[in-house]
T-cell receptor, first 113, second 114 residues
Framework: DQQVKQNSPSLSVQEGRISILNCDYT??????FLWYKKYPAEGPTFLIS?????DKNEDGRFTVFLNKSAKHLSLHIVPSQPGDSAVYFC????????????FGQGTRLTINP | DTAVSQTPKYLVTQMGNDKSIKCEQN?????MYWYKQDSKKFLKIMFS???????INETVPNRFSPKSPDKAHLNLHINSLELGDSAVYFC?????????????FGQGTRLTVV
């Protein structure tokens, strides 16, 4: 019963272009969503989040879009840089907030020079 | 000045042994967690402690026992280790006062049971 799914295990993008990472969820009780970035042998690092009362949140090169009716969110990175190469995890939480995060299985993003 | 630090980073041990992983956070957070990343790379919550009180206990074998001596520390003790316990274990912390808006993770402990 995987409640948060990232269906693309990997994504390869040219430097300077837009990277779009997708995430779907099944639990309609989720009301807060986060993206984490993870480098090898390190812990996940918080990137950006969005509450269910919004449909977009932007922070510099990173924008998260939320489509509640489709139970879908996406992370846009523009322009993509080589340092963005990492595994990106989508996470969701309900009324307990980040106290209980449910993670997707991650998407490995590779930015090619 | 590491925010969430856990030791050791790597742990190789034999089946049947008992081992502990330590975690400390210097962020002043009141809530700490243990997450497990299995071989399929899924990150799943195991435990959550708020001010030394157990809040979340997912379906985890009782061979796993978290201990929180104070709100800055959450250790994980594992008895009678099994091959299936091999995974990366992440400690994390967050703040109830900040609305649990995000969790900060440690660098992980890669446990290998042989």
């Amino acid at each position: 019963d995987q409640q948060v799914k990232q269906n693309s295990p990997s994504l390869s993008v040219q430097e300077g272009r837009i990277s779009i990472l997708n995430c779907d969820y099944t639990n309609s009780m989720f009301d807060y969503f986060l993206w984490y970035k993870k480098y090898p042998a390190e812990g996940p690092t918080f990137l950006i989040s969005i509450s269910s009362i919004k449909d977009k949140n932007e922070d510099g090169r990173f924008t998260v879009f939320l489509n509640k009716s489709a139970k879908h969110l996406s992370l846009h990175i523009v322009p993509s840089q080589p340092g963005d190469s990492a595994v990106y995890f989508c996470a969701a939480s309900g009324i307990q907030g980040a106290q209980k995060l449910v993670f997707g299985q991650g998407t490995r993003l590779t930015i090619n020079p | 000045d590491t925010a969430v630090s856990q030791t050791p980073k790597y742990l190789v041990t034999q089946m049947g042994n008992d081992k502990s992983i330590k975690c400390e956070q210097n962020l002043g957070h009141d809530t700490m967690y243990w997450y497990k990343q299995d071989s399929k790379k899924f990150l799943k919550i195991m435990f959550s402690y708020n001010n030394k009180e157990l809040i979340i206990n997912e379906t985890v074998p009782n061979r796993f026992s978290p201990k929180s001596p104070d709100k800055a520390h959450l250790n994980l003790h594992i008895n009678s280790l099994e091959l299936g316990d091999s995974a990366v274990y992440f400690c994390a912390s967050s703040s109830r006062q900040e609305g649990y808006t995000e969790a900060f993770f440690g660098q992980g402990t890669r446990l290998t049971v042989v």
